[in-house]
């Protein structure tokens, strides 16, 4: 059975960071991409950052502007969400996602996933 847990969200500063983890377990990453996504009170569910597991590569929203980093430990089956200079309006329940397949830009969709964490609140205090 496929599994994601997320950790590590929390209440912090604007201006300040959090690092975010999704623990998968049920599957190995082979041919897999992970992504994190983010919904807002009253917002629709939005794409932040995704990773490529067969070849590492990383892609990203525009309206980050390099603030948020995604990465992953291959051996410990886990993919992380550094996320830095956070803002009020980041205030959201982040989720990690995983769909079979290389990333291409149908994966910012996150309707193309079949699987995700239960979700990890961050509050952004400003």
């Known amino acids: 059975e496929v599994q994601l847990v997320e950790s590590g969200g929390g209440l912090v500063q604007a201006g300040g960071s959090l690092k975010l983890s999704c623990a998968a377990s049920?599957?190995?990453?082979?041919?897999?991409?992970i992504g994190w996504f983010r919904q807002a009170p009253g917002k629709g569910r939005e794409g932040v950052a995704w990773?490529?597991?067969?070849?590492?590569?990383?892609y990203y929203a525009e309206f980050l502007k390099g603030r948020f980093a995604i990465s992953s430990d291959y051996a410990k089956n886990t993919v992380y969400l550094q996320m830095n200079s956070l803002k009020a309006e980041d205030t959201a329940v982040y989720y990690c996602?995983?769909?079979?397949?290389?990333?291409?830009?149908?994966?910012?969709?996150?309707?193309?996933?079949?699987?995700w964490g239960q979700g990890t609140q961050v509050t952004v205090s400003s």
């Open positions: 990773l490529s597991t067969s070849s590492g590569s990383t």
């Open positions: 996602a995983a769909e079979v397949g290389v990333f291409t830009r149908k994966y910012t969709d996150w309707r193309m996933y079949d699987y």
């Open positions: 049920g599957f190995t990453f082979d041919d897999y991409t």
